[in-house]
């Protein structure tokens, strides 16, 4: 229980970061969030929990595809942000990215990456 206890303060204080940061600086909140963190953190639990390398390899592979359908959102939202308000923009975008997503598992079905 302990280690589940560190784990979660530990990634969360990597949040609590970069929405610091964000609050100083525009560009070094961004920088902050666009690095991997979570991924790097969530590598190296499953690393010291001893989980075998085919695991650790496939959670890199598949966070690679899974990001691309959210970059879309990236774009979109400073553009709706101004026009329909925070929580009309956050929800447009998080429909964009389920589209995202569901074309692009449609497109890599066809290469033989099962994301779904």
Known sequence: MAWI????LLTAAVVVLV?????????????????????LLSLIWLYIERQ?????????????WY????????????????????WPTLLACAVLTVICFGALALVLRRFGIELL
């Not at 075998?52 to 690679?64: G, L, Q, R, S």
């Open 5 to 8: 206890v560190t784990k979660f």
């Open 19 to 39: 929405s610091e940061a964000a609050k100083r600086s525009d560009k070094l909140g961004g920088f902050l969030a666009a690095l991997p963190l979570i991924t």
């Open 52 to 64: 075998p390398t085919e695991k650790i390899a496939n959670h890199a592979w598949y966070t690679f």
């Open 67 to 86: 990001v691309l359908p959210t970059l879309p959102m990236f774009l979109v939202f400073p553009r709706l942000l101004t026009r329909l308000g925070f």
